[in-house]
Nanobody
Framework: VQLVESGGGLVQTGGSLRLSCAAS????????MGWYRQAPGKQRELVAG????????SYADSAKGRFTISRDNHQNTMYLQMNNLKTEDTAVYFC????????????????WGQGTQVTVQS
């Protein structure tokens, strides 16, 4: 399984970025996917998850209303559109191939990309 993130960079507060995660080595259309992030000195946290069909999404409270997760199963690619970025969004962002639990929560499996750095400066 290979997951490759791209699209990170340096942006001013209030700006936007679109992250991509290209997947190979898996049946992409059969797996749920998620975006995580890890800031320096902090634990990795779930930002957003999406089911295999792309019909159901979930977001961390910090991402609601600003971030949108989506996927293109024909392109084996997942996206994270991030708008109105804040300095606290600064982190390395990782994509993950996982599953959706019975209660609808996103559950990661041990398939991770290498991460892409997002830096938001004021």
């Amino acid at each position: 399984v290979q997951l490759v993130e791209s699209g990170g960079g340096l942006v001013q507060t209030g700006g936007s970025l679109r992250l991509s995660c290209a997947a190979s080595g898996i049946t992409f259309s059969s797996v749920a996917m998620g975006w995580y992030r890890q800031a320096p000195g902090k634990q990795r946290e779930l930002v957003a998850g999406i089911n295999s069909e792309g019909t159901s999404t979930s977001y961390a409270d910090s991402a609601k209303g600003r971030f949108t997760i989506s996927r293109d199963n024909h392109q084996n690619t997942m996206y994270l559109q991030m708008n109105n970025l804040k300095t606290e969004d600064t982190a390395v962002y990782f994509c993950n191939a996982g599953r959706v639990g019975i209660s609808g929560d996103y559950q990661p499996r041990n398939f991770w990309g290498q991460g892409t750095q997002v830096t938001v400066q004021s």
